[in-house]
């Protein structure tokens, strides 16, 4: 076997290890069902007589374990699960309010049909017979007429491979788990895969960072990007002492929290890491023993970083070099023990988003940091059991003879689902071959594909689309056929096996059963499975649940009775000496030989990305602590909590401007688009060359009627996007705005010189 296909292969089987994690496509389902069974009978009677069910949460992607309390046949409460090993008794304000999702009046409740134009969002109530007859008759007559592949599906969260399988049996190979994947993990996860073997960053991320000494982040939004554990993680190493440094334009959480807070210019971060890699190397401050033993390329690493001094990285970053060498220093006097934080969201720019990632598996790399008490830790897999389903369909799939999947132009996405932006631009030109129909299922691809303009025009060119919601988005008012899904606290779902640092499985199961006409995914995926003539749908749920926690030794019945929560020992940590990770050499590749393979940079390169043209800022966007993006904006509590986003605006620019705190602005992008009314928040906590906004705001949809046009929303504003060259995920923060006040164009003034070797973006109309 070559090593381009042995890396191949080797990609493939680390990403099936990571498939539960991460939610990447086509790795084959927990579960498939027939109907959905009879109401669990809960796992006890708790305080006030409430009974007690434990399930899992999904207000968001990380999955904590919950107890939920249940009185006269509502549920009042939601907490953490005491038995979980990761949160306890905690719950974010989002888990808490899942009570509220429940009940909204807004949720959808019955299958609808459109009836006025896409986006009008007019529909008429119809029956599921109607509604799931009408997407076969679609999918049979698109299939015909165009072939499988021009079916496609988007999906995201827990039970959207029920139907991805349908998708699957029918023959396409367009299927992608977005946004989880293209526009956000994925240069990070190819990055840590080819560096060190395993991917560190799925669903949760193997950042042991209540056992560190030091902990860098670049621009990554903890504390406002709320996941319970992780977040305890993080507070827990600085109640024991870890000293942290942030590296971010804005004055985050994290930065305020800080000993060293590098306020860089956006865009520059891989120049930093570069020259800190070469500041290292230089000054010896790497692990010796560890790199000699450990690593390969350290030859071709240290060559490559030559150029990067630190005098060069300050003029480029706009940093002070005492705090640059301050910053590494600290972090290499704390060295095994120090924590190189991935971040979560890495799509920026597009080209350097992978080599960027890179350089934070490499400093990891030098320090010695993997396997070790607060560095990155091995996850522990867990053991379950398997339930057959459709797998006999699916094995009638002939491949692709054009593939868009395998022959992207990105030499290493194949592996994780075709590319989102090539599946829109498939609808758009018809080529490599016409897609026709789309099925959508808890993602609202208007607003979290980059450049919405695109996606819109992308669906009145489909013959049909159709989605799977709770809550009516953008995407739901564009669908000809809309399905309501059960909220997570009304279905099964499946097993969990948490790979962490104390491993333990659960089962997400109903607490209260579906209300109005809503319906859990499998028994959806397993009713249109009838009708297309799919077979493999022969069991209740709660036997195929079973026949999967038979291979762990256990049952819901005995989960039930034990508090529904099974927890494993974990193996996080590795000998230096017997350490042997998934690479080809079974050593960390500080060069990566298999990007050199595609042409592409075996040790990342810093290459500038476009500075603001003048009069512009760069639009940089990120977490709000209490919404998971537009998905919750709509939930009563939270959106008492934080009802509208405001705009980070640099107070020496507002002054200029003549903006004070609180007044309303719009913003006009590079292209000309331009947003809702969004407050300023003047603050010195951001760069005068960028502004920032939390995504998710400004819904479009008036069926939400709390969160309809409150904020505004900063896809709309981006509509500039470059795609990674490993695999094609697209950039977000590659778009520059300036300010529209009382209906005048003013012009953000250029504070902070830009030096020459920085090029500046050029204005389509200049
Ligand atoms: S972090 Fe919050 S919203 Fe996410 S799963 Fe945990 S409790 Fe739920």
């Not at 396409?172 to 080819?194: D, H, I, K, M, R």
């Not at 929290?257 to 500041?279: E, F, Q, S, V």
């Not at 607060?374 to 699916?394: C, D, M, Q, R, W």
């Not at 230096?576 to 075996?602: H, M, P, R, W, Y």
Request: charged share 20%; aromatic share 8%; proline share 6%.
């Amino acid at each position: 076997m070559d090593r381009r296909h042995f890396l191949k292969m080797s990609t493939a089987s680390a990403v099936a290890i990571a498939a539960s994690a991460m939610d990447v496509p086509g790795q084959g389902g927990l579960f498939r069902a027939a109907q959905a069974g009879p109401m669990p009978p809960g796992n006890g009677t708790g305080s006030m007589g409430a009974t007690e069910v434990t399930s899992v949460c999904e207000m968001c992607f990380w999955r904590c374990p919950i107890v939920a309390k249940v009185r006269d046949g509502k549920v009042v409460k939601i907490e953490g699960n005491p038995k979980s090993p990761v949160n306890g008794t905690r719950v974010c304000a989002r888990g808490n309010s899942g009570v509220q999702l429940l009940y909204d009046p807004d949720r959808i409740k019955y299958p609808l049909k459109r009836v006025g134009a896409r986006g009008e969002g007019k529909w008429a109530r119809i029956s599921w017979d109607e509604a799931l007859g009408e997407i076969a008759h679609n999918m049979k007559k698109v299939k015909e007429k165009y072939g499988p592949h021009a079916l496609a599906y988007f999906d995201h969260g827990a039970s959207a491979e029920n139907m991805r399988e349908i998708f699957q049996a029918m023959g396409t190979e367009n299927f992608t788990s977005e946004p989880a994947f293209y526009q956000c993990v994925g240069p990070a996860a190819l990055a840590y895969l080819q560096t060190v073997g395993y991917i560190t960053t799925g669903t949760r991320q193997f950042n042991d960072m209540g056992n560190s000494k030091a902990m860098l982040f670049v621009a990554s939004h903890v504390g406002e990007n709320v996941h319970v554990s992780h977040v305890h993680e993080f507070i827990t190493g600085l109640a024991k002492g870890s000293e942290l440094v942030v590296v971010d334009p804005r004055f985050s959480v994290a930065a305020n929290k800080a000993k060293i807070h590098l306020a860089i210019r956006p865009g520059t971060d891989t120049a930093l890491m570069l020259a800190w890699i070469n500041y290292v190397i230089e000054k010896g401050l790497y692990n010796k023993e560890f790199v000699a033993n450990k690593c390969e390329g350290f030859d071709a690493l240290k060559k490559a970083v030559k150029g990067y001094s630190m005098e060069w990285a300050a003029r480029i970053c706009d940093l002070k070099i005492d705090d640059m060498k301050a910053a590494i220093e600290l972090l290499a006097k704390a060295s095994p023990n120090v924590n190189i934080h991935p971040g979560r969201h890495s799509t920026w720019y597009g080209k350097g988003d992978v080599g960027r990632h890179q350089t934070y598996a490499i400093l990891t790399a030098l320090f010695g940091a993997v396997g070790v008490p607060g560095g990155i830790y091995f996850p522990t897999a867990v053991k379950t059991g398997h339930s057959e389903g459709i797998e006999e369909s699916l094995k009638k799939v002939a491949p692709a003879k054009v593939s868009l999947k395998n022959d992207s132009g990105y030499p290493f996405s194949s592996v994780f689902g075709t590319v989102t932006a090539d599946i829109i631009k498939a609808i758009n030109t018809g080529k490599p071959y016409p897609i026709k129909l789309l099925g959508v299922n808890g993602v609202n691809i208007i607003q979290t594909i980059p450049n919405p303009y695109e996606t819109m025009k992308a669906i009145n060119n489909l013959d049909f689309i159709f989605c799977q919601e709770m809550m009516a988005g953008e995407t739901a008012i564009w669908s000809d056929i809309v399905l309501p899904d059960a909220v997570y606290l009304e279905r099964y779902d499946g097993v969990y096996a948490y790979e962490g640092l104390t491993p333990y499985l659960t089962v997400r199961q109903p607490v209260v059963p579906a209300m109005y006409e809503c319906q859990p995914p499998y028994w959806i995926a397993a009713q249109l499975a009838k009708h297309l003539g799919i077979d493999g749908y022969h069991k209740s749920v709660e036997e195929a649940i079973d026949e999967e926690l038979a291979g762990a030794g256990t049952s819901i019945a005995k989960l039930n009775k034990e508090g529904g929560i099974v927890t494993y020992p974990g193996n996080p940590y590795r000998d230096a000496k017997t350490l042997n990770v998934g690479t080809e050499s079974g050593k960390i590749q500080l060069a990566v030989e298999a990007f050199a393979d595609e042409d592409l940079d075996a040790v990342p390169k810093f290459e500038p990305t476009p500075v603001p043209p003048t009069g512009f800022a760069r639009l940089l966007y990120g977490r709000s602590p209490v919404h998971t993006f537009s998905r919750t904006m709509n939930n009563l509590w939270l959106h008492n909590e934080i009802p509208e986003n405001k705009l980070w605006l640099n107070d020496q620019v507002a002054k200029r401007l003549g903006i004070s705190m609180d007044e309303e602005v719009v913003l006009e992008n590079q292209d000309g688009k331009r947003s809702n009314p969004i407050k300023v928040l003047v603050t010195p906590g951001i760069r005068p060359d960028a502004v920032y906004m939390a995504h998710g705001f400004g819904s479009k949809s008036p069926h939400l009627s709390r969160a309809y046009g409150k904020g505004a929303a900063d896809g709309f504003l981006i509509t500039e996007t470059v795609a990674d060259p490993f695999i094609g995920a697209t950039s977000k923060r590659t778009n520059f705005v300036r300010i529209v006040k009382g209906g005048k164009v003013l012009d953000i003034p250029e504070l902070i010189p830009v030096p020459a070797e920085l090029p500046k973006y050029v204005l389509k109309n200049a």
